[in-house]
């Protein structure tokens, strides 16, 4: 699809929508021409006060249009995120706009769906709920803004609250030196559409991993011996991605080796290793996670 952007470049948000919305289709950035079958015009204004962006949306001979304008106060960081915000929302409903017009077959072809998730895209819809939940809005309140300013429907928003009500909790539990640890492996089988990580797929990097394994393992122990010279205690432990799921069980078994001679895990109520592809795990792999006390997968 081309995208034609006038008096913002807000590449990154737009992308994202674009994979969600529009999953077939890839990213070009010219003007738009009389013979181009895809393709949106997004343009921003900015007034002192506010934002406000157009969309004309073109889709194989069908067309929308929405007017989207939101509040710009603040610093200028906080700016820059009520702008990237109405330049993703009215991209977002000029879609909305549009879907109803399309024929169901072309629907078909093109994998256009509505999305499950309104207009939020990456991998943690409760975000958003735990972020109010922390400013001092009630569960209600932090519900009812996911769904007005995210476009998310209440069976979605009702989930996304139970989870996040979940992560608050657990945030609130921390103590000043309590931690939380991460491991990423940034590798995957493939790159899934809704991806908005940083990783490689492992088809054009497999040479990497190992040399990567052995790095992380440094990193583990060194980071084990600075935790323990300055009296921290880890709360939970997540090894994330990409996928874990891509290693392979030796590997998986010497990182989580390493962690478990480094730091003191005996406080962490869970340790979670995420699977997020069913195609990278096996009954090995899970023996492994299983003889090193992981307790979620």
Same mark, same amino acid.
């Given at each position: 699809?081309?995208?034609?952007?006038?008096? +913002?470049? $807000?590449?990154?948000?737009?992308?994202?929508?674009?994979?969600?919305?529009?999953?077939?289709?890839?990213?070009? !950035?010219?003007?738009?021409?009389?013979?181009?079958?895809?393709?949106?015009?997004?343009?921003?204004?900015?007034?002192?006060? *506010?934002?406000?962006?157009?969309? $004309?949306?073109?889709?194989?001979? !069908?067309? @929308?249009?929405?007017?989207?304008?939101?509040?710009?106060?603040?610093?200028?960081? $906080?700016?820059?995120?009520?702008?990237?915000?109405?330049? @993703?929302?009215?991209?977002?409903?000029?879609?909305?706009?549009?879907?109803?017009?399309?024929?169901?077959?072309?629907?078909?072809?093109? &994998?256009?769906?509505?999305?499950?998730?309104?207009m939020l895209t990456g991998v943690r819809p409760d975000k958003p709920i735990t972020r109010a939940l922390m400013e001092g809005k009630t569960p209600e309140? @932090?519900?009812?803004?996911?769904?007005?300013?995210?476009?998310?429907?209440?069976?979605?928003?009702?989930?996304?609250?139970?989870?996040?009500?979940?992560?608050?909790?657990?945030?609130?539990?921390?103590?000043?030196?309590?931690? *939380?640890?991460?491991v990423g492996i940034p590798f995957c089988p493939t790159r899934c559409a809704y991806c908005s990580f940083v990783s490689q797929s492992v088809e054009r990097?497999?040479?990497?991993?190992?040399?990567?394994? &052995?790095?992380?393992?440094? $990193?583990?122990?060194?980071?084990?011996?600075?935790?323990?010279?300055?009296?921290?205690?880890?709360? %939970?432990?997540?090894?994330?991605?990409?996928?874990?799921?891509?290693? %392979?069980?030796?590997?998986? *078994?010497?990182?989580?080796?390493?962690?478990?001679?480094?730091?003191?895990?005996?406080?962490?109520?869970?340790?979670?290793?995420?699977?997020?592809?069913?195609? %990278?795990?096996?009954?090995? &792999?899970?023996?492994?996670? &299983?003889? +090193?006390?992981?307790?979620?997968?």
């Amino acid at each position: 699809m081309k995208l034609e952007f006038l008096g +913002h470049d $807000e590449r990154y948000i737009v992308e994202q929508s674009l994979m969600t919305l529009f999953p077939l289709e890839k990213p070009t !950035y010219d003007a738009v021409q009389p013979e181009d079958e895809a393709w949106c015009r997004l343009a921003a204004e900015e007034t002192a006060a *506010d934002c406000q962006v157009t969309a $004309e949306l073109h889709y194989h001979g !069908y067309t @929308a249009a929405w007017t989207f304008a939101s509040p710009l106060t603040g610093t200028d960081f $906080e700016k820059e995120g009520q702008r990237r915000y109405a330049v @993703a929302a009215c991209f977002y409903l000029a879609f909305l706009d549009l879907y109803p017009k399309l024929p169901e077959a072309l629907r078909a072809a093109e &994998k256009l769906t509505l999305p499950p998730w309104g207009m939020l895209t990456g991998v943690r819809p409760d975000k958003p709920i735990t972020r109010a939940l922390m400013e001092g809005k009630t569960p209600e309140e @932090a519900k009812r803004e996911l769904k007005a300013r995210y476009f998310v429907p209440e069976e979605r928003a009702a989930l996304a609250l139970e989870t996040g009500a979940v992560g608050y909790q657990a945030l609130k539990r921390l103590e000043k030196r309590d931690i *939380d640890l991460y491991v990423g492996i940034p590798f995957c089988p493939t790159r899934c559409a809704y991806c908005s990580f940083v990783s490689q797929s492992v088809e054009r990097s497999f040479s990497l991993v190992e040399p990567y394994v &052995k790095a992380l393992i440094a $990193e583990i122990r060194a980071g084990g011996e600075m935790v323990r010279k300055n009296h921290l205690r880890p709360r %939970t432990f997540y090894m994330g991605g990409g996928t874990p799921g891509i290693l %392979t069980p030796d590997q998986m *078994d010497a990182i989580l080796t390493a962690l478990e001679e480094s730091f003191d895990l005996s406080a962490c109520p869970e340790i979670t290793v995420e699977i997020g592809r069913p195609d %990278t795990i096996t009954a090995e &792999k899970l023996a492994v996670l &299983k003889s +090193h006390g992981v307790t979620r997968v």
